[in-house]
């Protein structure tokens, strides 16, 4: 797994692909230090490659990206629709 897919792995939900930063950078306690060397999509990015290389470190990494795969499979198995609806209705 190359570390831009991991970085995806770790980072993108479903739901996260929607959310929007917010409205202030101020917003963010943690992000008030980098405020004028870094934008918001490179706080992230830091944070994720942060985030990757002390998984990968401890060799948990694999179970990390597996446990975030069988989450969003679960949430997908929720959504899915219980029957399909008849051409009556």
């Known amino acids: 797994m ?4 991991a970085i995806f792995a770790l980072g993108c939900s479903r739901s996260s692909l929607s ?3 917010p409205s202030t950078f101020y ?5 008030k230090i980098y405020v004028h060397e870094f934008s918001y ?3 992230r990015k830091q944070k994720l490659i942060e985030k990757y290389t002390e998984l990968n470190t401890s060799k948990k ?3 990390f990206i597996e446990k975030k ?3 969003n499979a679960a949430k997908d198995h ?3 629709p219980y029957r399909r609806p008849s ?3």
């Open 69 to 71: 795969r069988r989450k």
């Open 61 to 63: 990494l694999e179970s």
């Open 27 to 31: 917003t963010l306690p943690t992000y």
């Open 19 to 21: 959310a929007s930063p």
């Open 87 to 89: 051409n009556n209705e």
């Open 78 to 80: 929720r959504f899915m």
């Open 41 to 43: 999509a490179e706080f």
């Open 2 to 5: 190359s570390v831009s897919q």
